[in-house]
């Protein structure tokens, strides 16, 4: 029972959420999404509280023991614990003129300098990518710098051709491009979820087996 019981609970909740969201007309359909939704939200939760005494654990035992740059781990728990009140018992809101300071004053600005830290490791992976071994390496490199220089004033100054060329690459061959990676993903999300209903993929419950 301990193995069919999950998988008979994860069968049954699988297709009422399948039958309550591709299927609509009766009154208590509406009402059991509905309800679904609430149990969804509730679970989102319960796992963002699991997340925040994970982390309170590790970076706990961390500063306890004193180990390498233990010091950083006082900083992320002050940081995890400030904004928890700060959002729960403070702003309350996220309309709140203290919380959109924070975020653009706080937030916005450590974003900006994690991904301008990026940008020299983007530029040694393109440097390694973009050599020309190939024709297919060849196409990549041609089209990596057209789009990079279709994206700045520079390529207009060049040619008025650059920017169109990027234009194109953008909207044609990339979008044919994500929308089949999109299609597989979602054939292989369908997969998976056939896989967990019918008990073949056990993972969530601890185990392969």
């Known amino acids: 029972m301990k193995?069919?019981?999950?998988?008979?609970?994860?069968?049954?909740?699988?297709?009422?959420?399948?039958?309550?969201?591709?299927f609509t007309g009766p009154r208590w359909v509406e009402t059991?999404?509905?309800?679904?939704?609430?149990?969804y939200q509730l679970a989102g939760a319960y796992m963002v509280m699991v997340g925040v005494v994970n982390l309170t654990r590790v970076h706990g035992h961390r500063i306890t023991q004193k180990k390498?740059?233990?010091?950083?781990?006082?900083?992320?728990?002050?940081?995890?614990?400030?904004?928890?009140?700060?959002?729960?018992?403070i702003a309350k809101?996220?309309?709140?003129?203290?919380?959109?300071?924070?975020y653009s004053q706080i937030i916005a600005p450590m974003n900006a300098t994690v991904y301008s830290?990026?940008?020299?490791?983007?530029?040694?992976?393109?440097?390694?990518?973009?050599?020309?071994?190939?024709?297919?390496?060849?196409?990549?490199?041609v089209s990596a710098l057209i789009m990079m220089l279709g994206r700045v004033p520079l390529g207009a100054m060049i040619s008025p051709v650059i920017p169109q060329l990027?234009?194109?690459?953008?909207?044609v061959p990339n979008v044919a491009g994500m929308r089949g990676i999109q299609i597989g993903a979602a054939f292989g999300g369908i997969a998976t979820a056939l896989r967990v209903l019918v008990g073949?993929?056990?993972?969530?419950?601890?185990?392969?087996?």
């Open 166 to 171: 990027a234009d194109w690459i953008l909207n």
């Open 3 to 22: 193995k069919e019981l999950p998988i008979a609970l994860g069968l049954v909740a699988g297709l009422i959420w399948i039958i309550t969201t591709y």
């Open 117 to 141: 830290t990026l940008v020299f490791y983007i530029a040694s992976a393109a440097y390694r990518a973009f050599r020309i071994r190939n024709s297919q390496a060849t196409i990549l490199l």
């Open 32 to 39: 059991v999404h509905q309800e679904l939704s609430k149990w």
């Open 68 to 89: 390498k740059d233990w010091m950083y781990s006082i900083v992320a728990l002050v940081c995890m614990f400030g904004i928890m009140i700060f959002g729960i018992f």
């Open 200 to 209: 073949i993929e056990r993972g969530y419950m601890g185990g392969t087996e």
């Open 93 to 102: 809101d996220s309309n709140n003129p203290g919380w959109k300071t924070f």
